[in-house]
């Protein structure tokens, strides 16, 4: 059975600093399409710079058209304005997704991890190695960010159920956030 | 010398309840325009309710017409997970801003505090009734999310200094975000 191709767009957001990778699959093999990091200067006003994360998420979207996007969840962060700057930036990428329709997932990082190396506390090194295998890439993307979101992007095509592929039931309805 | 108008909207983030008040000041005179305040389904995804956020916001400001929008920063929250779903809130708000060419100022809970109530450590109930008398109103607005917007609202529109109003040097040139 002939597998339909799969484009994902993984986000590592941050305001500073967001990590984006898009990757297609086609059955379990698995290309890079296009990987990056959206930096935004700190000496912008804090909403220019959300509005300059949103543009360039947008760019992406557009010009590479993912249907999916995965997203880490944040479990722990060195203050709550760390925490809430993350957020912003991620609350921009999710709201970006919905405007243009893609279906979005969240992760825990572990299970990216588990998903990309098999083991869940692998390091960061590591988990770069992997993606640059999984990906034939000749080195691991960089910066870190941009792996960061590949090996999400990785984890979300390899780990999802899609319901086309799975056994269907006779009439059973399928749901968009079914399980 | 007559003072030009100013209208603000106040914000209080988050993705469940996320309050507003835009308020209008003319001197010292004060008056609410609307207050109100954008709820969410939990069942609905994260990017969906953030897509709600973002509409709605963007349908007050651009009936409405503020200028200015005001945030408080945010210093503690129960956890991480409580501190990134304020900070998506907050940033799609922020966003909706830029778009729309609104400056944006943030504000310490504790100068928002000072500057409705006269005391830094005033209660919600006394800071609800202070922004009923400074607004001229019968009740205190509802729900609590509403009159803490409004309460950001006129604590930016009381303490900002309006480079237009300051005292300007022969030739000193103004910057957006001087001083």
Avoid: W
Avoid at 46 to 72: D, G, K, N
Wanted: one cysteine or more.
């Amino acid at each position: 059975m002939a597998t339909e191709p799969r484009r994902a767009i993984g986000i590592d957001p941050g305001t500073a600093r967001l990590g984006y990778a898009v990757v297609e699959s086609r059955g379990r093999a698995l290309t890079l399409v296009e990987c990056g990091c959206v930096t935004t200067p700190p000496a912008l006003p804090m909403e220019q710079r959300l509005l300059q994360i949103h543009e360039a998420t947008l760019e992406v979207i557009e010009r590479l058209a993912p249907t999916e996007m995965a997203v880490e969840e944040l479990f722990f962060a060195k203050n709550v304005t760390t925490a809430v700057a993350v957020g912003q930036a991620r609350g921009v990428a999710l709201l970006t997704a919905a405007q243009r329709g893609l279906t979005v997932r969240e992760y825990k990082p572990m299970l990216v991890k588990q998903a990309v190396h098999g083991y869940g506390l692998a390091t960061k090194a590591q988990v770069g190695e992997m993606v640059r295998v999984l990906l034939r890439l000749d080195a691991v993307p960089t910066p870190d960010d941009a792996a960061d979101a590949a090996a999400i992007a990785i984890c979300h095509l390899n780990t999802l159920q899609v319901p086309s592929l799975a056994p269907a039931g006779p009439s059973a309805p399928v749901g968009r956030r079914g399980g």
